[in-house]
């Protein structure tokens, strides 16, 4: 994520929160039961895994706007200590006896699930590329009432910020695949959290939240792979990459230069 200035200065966009819910709807069209049609080669997705994947992009990646400003501080926090790994070795202690405590494979556990946190606070930035182009419009409130708006500022961005994006939402979700990998990863953090709150005072009440989401995303994200079989994972990993990149494409088709 980006420095907390430019966040906030999305955040605090007088148009921001119509944006947002723009983009919900904008979501929601792309994994609607009749937008899915023209995909059949995923017919065998099920609703209800759809469905749950829609709520998890709702829920965590673009919450309504109170949600969101409710959230923006426990993003800056969890960060904090995506990009800054030796913050989380202050609070574990050595390598050596978290190894020991967590099994041979934690320092491989421990990049995994930050990699994944890392993937999900850079899909925000997305949001200032939105935002950015949304400035450029005239008359804003008319644009965002048009039925294309979302593809026009969508196309807008450049093909490769655009696909930087999708491949950091399809690694969050190659992570929730691994059901032991996640565990390790949630035990981890939740071991993190009891040491912090152990120590009073010295990590803040947003530092303890960001890892509280950063757990609360882990969970969510596994719920649905929850009993798939491998090449049902496969397929669902295939249809968000391929959903992602077709509304790019179109919206870059209808709006070309």
Not at 99 to 104: A, Q, V
Not at 192 to 221: A, C, F, P, V, W
Request: overall charge neutral; aromatic content about 10%; some cysteine.
């Amino acid at each position: 994520m980006k420095p907390k200035k430019e966040t906030s200065k999305v955040l605090t966009h007088p148009l921001f929160q119509e944006l947002i819910l723009m983009y919900q709807k904008a979501l929601q069209k792309r994994y609607s039961a009749e937008n899915l049609k023209l995909y059949p080669e995923f017919g065998s997705i099920s609703r209800s895994k759809i469905d749950q994947l829609l709520k998890f992009f709702l829920e965590y990646l673009y919450p309504e706007y109170s949600k969101r400003k409710e959230l923006d501080a426990a993003f800056d926090a969890l960060s904090g200590f995506v990009n800054h790994p030796t913050k989380i070795w202050g609070i574990l202690g050595n390598l050596a006896l978290s190894i020991f405590r967590f099994g041979k494979h934690f320092p491989l556990a421990l990049k995994a699930g930050l990699a994944a946190l890392q993937s999900y606070v850079t899909a925000h930035q997305f949001e200032e590329e939105l935002v950015l182009e949304l400035d450029k419009e005239g008359n804003q409130a008319v644009f965002l009432e048009s039925e294309f708006a979302m593809e026009k500022l969508i196309s807008k961005v450049e093909k490769k910020k655009a696909d930087a994006f999708r491949k950091d939402i399809g690694a969050l979700f190659k992570v929730f695949s691994d059901a032991e990998l996640i565990r390790k990863i949630i035990v981890i953090m939740e071991d993190i959290l009891i040491k912090m709150e152990s120590k009073g005072t010295i990590y803040t009440e947003d530092d303890k939240k960001g890892i509280r989401l950063g757990i609360s995303i882990l969970k969510e994200g596994r719920e649905i792979f929850d009993e798939m079989k491998e090449r049902e994972i496969t397929l669902v990993l295939q249809a968000i990459d391929r959903i992602e990149e077709d509304f790019y494409q179109k919206a870059c088709e209808r709006y070309s230069n």
